[in-house]
């Protein structure tokens, strides 16, 4: 038996401390057999309360694994133009590289996954890990570049990074395939030239870059970097006039090229289009490991949910029964004032 409480022990104790002693408190003081079977109840319920808090479990139940010898690495253009407000019925960017994000995990279950952003600078916001939630909460707190220092569009001022990060990978764990995803619009706005992934093409497998807006261009919200971004609805200006992201297919085709891997123009009305693992192998393994814990937690909360359930239907019974005495009260008052007058 294991215990994953959902507070500290010792702050449970002290929040249940005073119900016990209200609940021992009236078991002592009843003064009828209907009061002590009403107050017993109370405390079961209180006692099961506990425990759920507990969370208890049987620990090394058997649970299947899913593996797969792919690691993939996702790059992902964190610039003002990712929001640029041309991806289906006027969303962001942003809204379709993360639905295409969440079906390519679900693509590549098993595999290891990366997570690197670029603006005027690349970051690994995640190193390789097989924890999908953790590139999905990666994603949805992730935020396009502050509009006050940006520096422009640097379309490839992630490939040193993307370099690195393939380079580790493939001195330590040589035996897996690497795949590189590049999800951006290919819009350079920087004056320095942008620099080639052709370094890195050697060390990937497969992979795609999937492009991102349209030739006509989406205007772009004013971003603070934070969750609350553009609390006026205020757009990027330039020469007076709202600026305007467009889709530059050419840059996006380069890095395809240097990559060696296809590029896909992507719309809101289309699927994404993912490429087969290569040298990819999956296995399913049955463990019995303490990270196999069975919650009987449900358990105690269905019992708790019945209890208070009883608890609920008496007190209905007796508001109902005490509004049946007062207006039986209220009646015969006023056939004796009715007989008073007469």
């Given at each position: ?5 959902v507070?500290?022990p010792?702050?449970l ?30 405390a ?39 929001v ?27 595999a ?12 690994v ?29 640097d ?20 035996d ?7 999800f951006?619009?290919g819009?350079q ?14 060390l ?27 609390p ?40 994404a ?9 999956m ?13 009987l ?22 508001t ?23």
């Amino acid at each position: 038996m294991t215990f994953q409480p959902v507070i500290m022990p010792i702050l449970l104790v002290v929040l249940f401390a005073p119900l016990v002693f209200i609940v021992v408190r009236a078991l002592i003081t009843a003064k009828s057999a209907r009061q002590r079977g009403l107050w017993s109840t109370r405390a079961l319920l209180v006692a099961l309360c506990f425990a759920m808090l507990l969370r208890p479990g049987i620990a090394g139940t058997p649970t299947q694994t899913v593996a797969t010898n792919t690691d993939i690495y996702l790059v992902v253009d964190t610039t003002a133009s990712i929001v640029a407000e041309d991806w289906g019925d006027g969303e962001p960017r942003l809204s379709g590289i993360r639905d295409d994000i969440a079906e390519l995990v679900t693509e590549y279950a098993g595999a290891r996954f990366s997570f690197i952003t670029f603006a005027s600078t690349a970051e690994v916001r995640l190193p390789l890990t097989t924890d999908s939630s953790a590139v999905m909460s990666s994603l949805a707190v992730m935020r396009p570049e502050t509009t006050s220092v940006s520096r422009g569009s640097d379309i490839g001022a992630a490939s040193a990074t993307l370099e690195r990060v393939l380079t580790a990978a493939a001195e330590s764990t040589a035996d897996r395939s690497r795949m590189v995803f590049y999800f951006g619009d290919g819009e350079q706005t920087s004056s320095r030239d942008p620099k080639s992934f052709v370094d890195s093409a050697e060390l990937v497998d497969g992979g795609a870059v999937f492009g991102y807006g349209t030739t006509e261009g989406g205007p772009m919200k004013v971003t603070s970097g934070y969750a609350t971004d553009s609390p006026d609805d205020s757009y990027i200006e330039y020469e007076g006039e709202i600026a305007l992201s467009v889709l530059d297919e050419e840059n996006l085709q380069t890095i395809a090229d240097d990559l060696g891997i296809e590029l896909q123009v992507r719309d809101a009305g289309s699927t994404a289009q993912f490429p087969a693992a290569p040298r990819s192998s999956m296995t399913l393994a049955n463990s019995e490991t303490a990270g196999g814990i069975f919650d009987l937690s449900w358990i105690l909360a269905i019992a708790v949910s019945l209890i208070v359930a009883w608890e609920l239907l008496r007190a209905t019974m007796m508001t109902t029964q005490l509004r049946g005495l007062k207006a039986t009260s209220r009646a015969e008052q006023r056939a004796e004032d009715e007989g008073s007058h007469v």
